[in-house]
Antibody
Framework: QVQLQESGPGLVKPSQTLSLTCTVS??????????WSWIRQPPGKGLEWIGY???????YYNPSLKSRVTISVDTSKNQFSLKLISVTAAETAVYYCARAGPLTFDFDYWGQGTLVTVSS | DIQMTQSPSSLSASVGDRVTITCRASQSISSYLNWYQQKPGKAPKLLIYAASSLQSGVPSRFSGSGSGTDFTLTINSLQPEDFATYYC?????????FGQGTKLEIK
């Protein structure tokens, strides 16, 4: 059974960098069968897809965040990571990592989510 | 970006009812449409992928249909555990986008 687990600071100051890691167990990122995504959800609001990474390191970012976001992968640790620079209070959200299949790009496995609050 | 619009935004129903939620895309997405269920404090759960394929382990009372720009999620014989928020998501074109959600409440 595939499991994903987010980790990282729960509080980030405005204008600083948000950094999160997703650890995958029960399956290998290196298998190349899936894409690995970050998705966020502000409290009480809807879902926003941030971007994905493939095991090879190829990425695609939501254009609305492209200038500030980096997703990287560490296949030796079976982890992928999110960095978002220059955050604002409006980016307070639950951040999820998720797995997507390459054909229909549906998100079939999700982490439990981690709340990141942007506040001084 | 492709805009996804769900209707209604909220819905009240009773156990045993049949409910339908609609999702409309701002342009054709073929059958690249997925449905999720989210309960408070939990991650979304995939119900339907590719418009009409039932995800493994999901009860058969859930079904999806549609193609192009108009899609529906139907829940037959509502069960107490079905009261949640439902989201559609298009996976036709990046950036992948979600509908605003439909909150299904107990009448």
């Amino acid at each position: 059974q595939v499991q994903l687990q987010e980790s990282g600071p729960g509080l980030v100051k405005p204008s600083q960098t948000l950094s999160l890691t997703c650890t995958v167990s029960g399956g290998s990122i290196s298998s190349g069968d899936y894409y690995w995504s970050w998705i966020r959800q502000p409290p009480g609001k809807g879902l926003e897809w941030i971007g994905y990474i493939y095991y090879s390191g190829s990425t695609y970012y939501n254009p609305s965040l492209k200038s500030r976001v980096t997703i990287s992968v560490d296949t030796s640790k079976n982890q992928f990571s999110l960095k978002l620079i220059s955050v604002t209070a409006a980016e307070t959200a639950v951040y999820y990592c998720a797995r997507a299949g390459p054909l229909t790009f549906d998100f079939d496995y999700w982490g439990q989510g981690t709340l990141v609050t942007v506040s001084s | 970006d492709i805009q996804m619009t769900q209707s209604p935004s909220s819905l009240s129903a009773s156990v045993g009812d049949r409910v339908t939620i609609t999702c409309r895309a701002s342009q054709s997405i073929s059958s690249y449409l997925n449905w999720y269920q989210q309960k408070p404090g939990k991650a979304p759960k995939l119900l339907i992928y590719a418009a009409s394929s039932l995800q493994s382990g999901v009860p058969s009372r859930f079904s999806g249909s549609g193609s192009g720009t108009d899609f529906t999620l139907t829940i037959n014989s509502l069960q107490p555990e079905d009261f949640a928020t439902y989201y559609c998501q298009q996976s036709s074109t990046t950036p992948y986008t979600f509908g605003q959600g439909t909150k299904l409440e107990i009448k």
